[in-house]
């Protein structure tokens, strides 16, 4: 009898226990192609040599070293490689262990930064509906998936929610893409002169939604009108790419694309590609500057911050997606993998909409494709998907739709940026199986 503490206590998975480029292959030899990196997590795939390497010779050297006493050699070369290819005026790197950190560490940066300042009212977080930004008590509170927050509503700060970007469900008849983004952008102003601008600290949003939405993008404009509302009002922007960075969008930064610098940028997943656990916050030299001139000291803390080998293997990571010209290859092999799911099902009944960004691809599925109907959420459509592309040996993320029925079930797509042609066509292939027999 097993004494591990599952996700879901009446599963019985196999076991892991090796990877092999695109593939995980479990205790009976099955071999799974990851069609999602797990969570958007492996971009080099599973037995990178270079950054297997990296850790063993970390650990032989130096395993740990608290940051309260010393620095390390890989978390300083880390965190410049990362300022060097960093957007804008980011300046400093914060290191955590993993995504929910990440932007926990960032709701404390925002408050702290305003109180260094005098400016003691600020104390409001908005962020959008269509949201996931971590399990940890403050970023559940930012995220606004009912589902995940429901049983813990009683514990949560208080955030409020405005309306996310979402295109193919919100957009109005007649209404221009970029019309629809200025629209919903301006949701953050009312939001803020609601809540009176002397309050609000920070607004947190994914540039390229994952989790909750299924890898969407805002439209053009959306994130430029954001920017010039926190400006504004003093507001400062939280952009999460715990899911979308790390070149997964086909941009190292996935803010890069909407043109858009935040003040606090949080990745994760994709920075240890799954060899380390390790996740970051990036931020502004004015927000940076206001902690060194003032307390000297960010009232926060993990044991394991700037951990020798993880961000040893952060480094490695990095330094390959950029030797190797990987960030590219995610643009690239993401159309590929764009045009040969619309090539295949484009024209499912089932299949509403087909979208987003360099390697981080998402199906929204609905019961009739005229009026985007969402399926029934009782009906475990994403659930069975899930598991009938895991007999097929692929893996990848469906999600449930939301009861409200604003956001249905989803299958979102992320795989290793190393995939093949040929195993794009496997991902398709595969998919094609497990949608025929649930749908
Ligand atoms: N933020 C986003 C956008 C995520 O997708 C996730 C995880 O899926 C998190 C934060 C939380 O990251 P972690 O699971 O590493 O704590």
Same mark, same amino acid.
């Given at each position: 009898?097993?004494?591990?503490?599952?996700?879901?206590?009446?599963?019985?998975?196999?076991? *892991?226990?090796?990877?092999?480029?695109?593939?995980?292959?479990?205790?009976?030899?099955?071999?799974?192609?990851?069609?999602?990196?797990?969570?958007?997590?492996?971009?080099?795939?599973?037995?990178? *040599?270079?950054?297997?390497?990296?850790?063993?010779?970390?650990?032989?050297?130096?395993?740990?070293?608290?940051?309260?006493?010393?620095?390390?050699?890989?978390?300083? =070369?880390?965190?410049?490689?990362?300022?060097?290819?960093?957007?804008?005026?980011?300046?400093?790197?914060?290191?955590?262990?993993?995504?929910?950190? =990440?932007?926990?560490? =960032?709701?404390?940066?925002?408050?702290?930064?305003?109180?260094?300042?005098?400016?003691?009212?600020?104390?409001?977080?908005? *962020?959008?509906?269509?949201?996931?930004?971590?399990?940890?008590?403050?970023?559940?509170?930012?995220?606004?998936?009912?589902?995940?927050?429901?049983?813990? *509503?009683?514990?949560?700060?208080?955030?409020? /929610?405005?309306?996310?970007?979402?295109?193919?469900?919100?957009?109005?008849?007649?209404?221009?893409?970029?019309?629809?983004?200025?629209?919903?952008?301006?949701?953050?102003?009312?939001?803020?002169?609601?809540?009176?601008?002397?309050?609000?600290?920070?607004?947190?949003? %994914?540039?390229?939604?994952?989790?909750?939405?299924?890898?969407?993008?805002?439209? %053009?404009?959306?994130?430029?009108?954001?920017?010039?509302?926190?400006?504004?009002?003093?507001?400062?922007?939280?952009?999460?790419?715990?899911?979308?960075?790390?070149?997964?969008?086909?941009?190292?930064?996935?803010?890069?694309?909407?043109?858009?610098?935040?003040?606090?940028?949080?990745?994760?997943?994709?920075?240890?590609?799954?060899?380390?656990?390790?996740?970051?916050?990036?931020?502004?030299?004015?927000?940076?500057?206001?902690?060194?001139?003032?307390?000297?000291?960010?009232?926060?803390?993990?044991?394991?911050?700037?951990?020798?080998?993880?961000?040893?293997?952060?480094?490695?990571?990095?330094?390959?997606?950029?030797?190797?010209?990987?960030?590219?290859?995610?643009?690239?092999?993401?159309?590929?993998?764009?045009?040969?799911?619309?090539?295949?099902?484009?024209?499912?009944? /089932?299949?509403?909409?087909?979208?987003?960004?360099?390697?981080?691809?998402?199906?929204?599925?609905?019961?009739?494709?005229?009026?985007?109907?969402?399926?029934?959420?009782?009906?475990?459509?994403?659930?069975?998907?899930?598991?009938?592309?895991?007999?097929?040996?692929?893996?990848?993320?469906?999600?449930?739709?939301?009861?409200?029925?604003?956001?249905?079930?989803?299958?979102?797509?992320?795989?290793?940026?190393?995939?093949?042609?040929?195993?794009?066509? %496997?991902?398709?292939?595969?998919?094609?199986?497990?949608?025929?027999?649930?749908?």
């Amino acid at each position: 009898m097993s004494h591990v503490f599952p996700r879901h206590t009446k599963a019985n998975l196999p076991t *892991a226990v090796a990877g092999d480029g695109c593939y995980l292959i479990d205790a009976n030899g099955k071999r799974y192609l990851d069609g999602s990196g797990g969570a958007a997590v492996s971009c080099l795939g599973h037995s990178d *040599a270079g950054v297997i390497a990296a850790v063993q010779e970390q650990v032989g050297k130096l395993a740990f070293a608290h940051t309260g006493f010393l620095t390390s050699e890989p978390a300083e =070369a880390l965190a410049d490689l990362l300022i060097s290819q960093a957007p804008g005026d980011l300046d400093r790197v914060y290191f955590v262990s993993g995504g929910s950190e =990440a932007t926990e560490a =960032a709701i404390k940066l925002a408050r702290q930064y305003h109180l260094e300042r005098g400016d003691t009212t600020r104390r409001h977080v908005i *962020a959008r509906r269509q949201s996931y930004h971590g399990n940890t008590l403050g970023a559940l509170a930012a995220g606004g998936n009912e589902w995940r927050r429901q049983q813990f *509503a009683p514990l949560l700060i208080d955030i409020s /929610h405005i309306a996310p970007c979402y295109e193919y469900v919100d957009r109005g008849e007649g209404e221009s893409s970029y019309d629809y983004g200025q629209r919903v952008a301006n949701d953050l102003e009312a939001e803020i002169l609601r809540l009176g601008p002397e309050t609000v600290m920070a607004f947190m949003a %994914e540039p390229v939604v994952g989790a909750t939405s299924g890898a969407v993008p805002a439209v %053009e404009g959306y994130f430029k009108r954001i920017r010039e509302i926190c400006d504004q009002y003093g507001v400062l922007l939280i952009l999460d790419e715990v899911m979308c960075g790390m070149g997964r969008t086909g941009h190292l930064f996935a803010c890069e694309a909407d043109g858009v610098v935040p003040d606090i940028l949080c990745i994760a997943k994709g920075l240890g590609a799954g060899y380390q656990p390790i996740g970051a916050m990036l931020c502004s030299r004015q927000i940076y500057e206001a902690i060194e001139s003032g307390s000297g000291f960010f009232q926060h803390g993990h044991t394991y911050i700037g951990h020798p080998v993880a961000t040893a293997a952060g480094l490695a990571v990095v330094r390959a997606l950029l030797d190797r010209g990987l960030v590219q290859r995610s643009a690239e092999m993401g159309e590929k993998l764009h045009a040969a799911l619309v090539a295949r099902f484009g024209p499912h009944p /089932h299949v509403g909409d087909l979208r987003g960004r360099g390697l981080f691809r998402g199906i929204e599925l609905v019961a009739d494709r005229e009026s985007k109907t969402p399926f029934d959420p009782g009906l475990g459509v994403a659930g069975k998907l899930k598991k009938a592309a895991f007999e097929a040996g692929l893996i990848c993320y469906p999600m449930a739709g939301t009861r409200d029925g604003r956001n249905g079930d989803h299958i979102l797509l992320a795989p290793p940026f190393i995939l093949s042609e040929d195993q794009i066509g %496997e991902i398709t292939d595969k998919l094609e199986i497990a949608l025929a027999q649930v749908l």
